[in-house]
């Protein structure tokens, strides 16, 4: 089953309990989300205590037509935000809008947990959840190897793609523990790419539907060793309710 369908909760939401004195609405936008070409409000909406960041996110959307509310609520363990945001663009049809959700949650990797939700007909999917995309990117097999040189080669043996990044700028930081005074490795040396991605909702030559751009950073010795990242192109399919890769679009960029 998959854990993402339906998360729709009931219709039931009155607007004074964003009221409530530790509860705040995040973000608010307007289009049309349930298809009746009827623009909807779309409201983020998150509770603050203690802690710096806000939680217990949840979209809630006032239907453009009958007035009346819906709640969705985002998975538990990636509910919570600094500066969370959202965004109404067309993904999977021309003719509506999906909802996604922006959840920066920081760290050295400004990691953000990200939702794609159709809510077409007044029922709410989600299309994308947090942890989709990392799924996704385990299927690419990309590999980061130190080669000789101040060179790392970048490569995906599922795309059939590599890239080599010049890394010499950081000579200084490499030499001893990474590289000899020669250039020469002194022992295998392998970085890793971040699963999670950084997505941008984006159109290519005016294009409709949006894709997504995900940037992948790329670590060396460690998270906070960022070489470069890798950036991709998905699409969504709706006829069997997956993204798929565009791999003519894919590419690496130095740090």
Known sequence: MNPYRNPYVHSGYRSHAA???NRYILDKQIGDVNGDSIPDIVYLVGEKNEKPFYEKIKVIVQDGKTRLWYVIPLDSQYSMAYTPWLILASFANVNRNEIM???PVGGSGALTYYYVISFLNNQAEY?????QFMNLSDTLGFEVIYLDHYRVLVKSETLNQSYTLDI????????????????KLIKPQEGFVIDLPHLYPIKIDGSVPYKLEAQHDIAGTSHADRLGSIVLY?????????WVLDPKMFFVTLQ
């Open 168 to 183: 010499s700028a950081r000579k200084e930081v490499y030499e001893g523990s990474v590289y000899d005074k020669d250039g």
């Open 101 to 103: 959700v922006n959840l």
């Open 19 to 21: 009221a409530r004195q």
């Open 234 to 242: 998905w699409k969504y399919k709706g006829d069997n309710q997956s």
């Open 127 to 131: 299309i994308l959840g947090p942890e």
